[in-house]
């Protein structure tokens, strides 16, 4: 045989792999590259049995399994979340750039309604950055609230008996007038707080970022496409047309979960506990609904 033919048969033969590959399953194909998905949804660190929330023991397990995908050539990161916990938030952060750094895994997050404040945070976490054009974006800022019950107590003739040790330990009691001291004291903590959260922004987004500090870490939020002109996002687009352009029309992708169950704890003690755990899961759900109103979803 000569050389000529050899080499037509090979590419022949080449040819009709390829033809056959087509006729199967993505998931049977070796050629197709399969990304893992992770959903990170819901406020974060708001803890209750009856109420979907982040925190980084809910999102570990899914983590782990998503960058434990040897051949995946990235981790997609789906968020929706209008903030929660500082710590929360950035213990989340910490073990997505972990894992994506000892895996040596490139990361997008992708934006559905909201990446607020702690959700944002979490985004940052990626490589690269992709919303809706109506997503919210942003709002990094730090706030705390409460209620003072105070006045209330004293109409009612309620008389409020605490006993410490330790000056400062009843600081921000809802049920004393507010004190300038302890006032001053928690502006310093969320000051601190809030540069942390600007420096983190700063060393992940970089150049990308465009307008002033005053602007951008205001606590002010914005549309996806007005969150690409200030260098908050990457690009406007959703996770299947974004890697499908970017790793081809045959990319699978992977929805990886956590362990799911009804209840993250059994209450103990049926009639009053769980009286009490539906009492704690209706606070968290105003809180909730409060989060995302603030956000105008």
Not at 43 to 71: V, W, Y
Not at 130 to 144: E, L, Q, R, W, Y
Request: with cysteine; glycine share 12%.
């Amino acid at each position: 045989m000569g050389t000529s033919y050899i080499l037509g048969m090979v590419e022949f033969l080449s040819s009709l792999s390829r033809r056959a590959r087509g006729f199967l399953p993505r998931k049977w194909r070796s050629d197709a590259p399969v990304v893992p998905v992770v959903r990170l949804s819901g406020p974060i660190g708001m803890t209750s049995p009856f109420s979907r929330s982040m925190s980084l023991g809910s999102t570990a397990q899914a983590l782990e399994k998503a960058f434990g995908m040897k051949d995946a050539p990235a981790v997609a990161l789906l968020i929706n979340s209008p903030g929660g916990s500082p710590v929360q938030s950035h213990l989340i952060f910490r073990r997505i750039r972990a894992l994506a750094e000892e895996k040596e895994k490139h990361v997008f997050a992708f934006v559905e309604d909201a990446a607020a404040s702690g959700g944002y945070m979490i985004a940052c976490a990626a490589d690269e950055i992709f919303a809706d054009p109506c997503s919210i974006v942003g709002s990094i800022g730090v706030v705390t609230a409460g209620f003072g019950f105070d006045r209330a107590i004293e109409k009612l003739g309620i008389e409020r008996r605490v006993y410490t040790a330790g000056e400062r330990k009843v600081t921000l009691d809802p049920f004393r007038p507010t004190r300038p001291e302890d006032v001053e004291r928690l502006d310093q903590l969320l000051k601190e707080l809030h540069t942390v959260f600007a420096d983190l922004v700063k060393s992940r987004r970089g150049d990308a970022l465009m307008g002033d500090d005053e602007a951008l870490f205001s606590g002010e939020f914005w549309l996806g496409t007005q969150a690409v002109g200030l260098g908050l996002v990457d690009g406007l687009g959703d996770v299947r047309g974004i890697l499908k352009a970017r790793y081809g029309t045959d990319v699978t992708l992977k929805l990886v979960q956590g362990s799911t169950g009804f209840l993250p704890r059994r209450p103990t003690g049926f009639a009053g506990a769980l009286a009490r755990e539906a009492a704690l899961g209706a606070a968290a759900a105003v809180e909730e609904r409060a989060m995302w109103s603030r956000l105008g979803l």
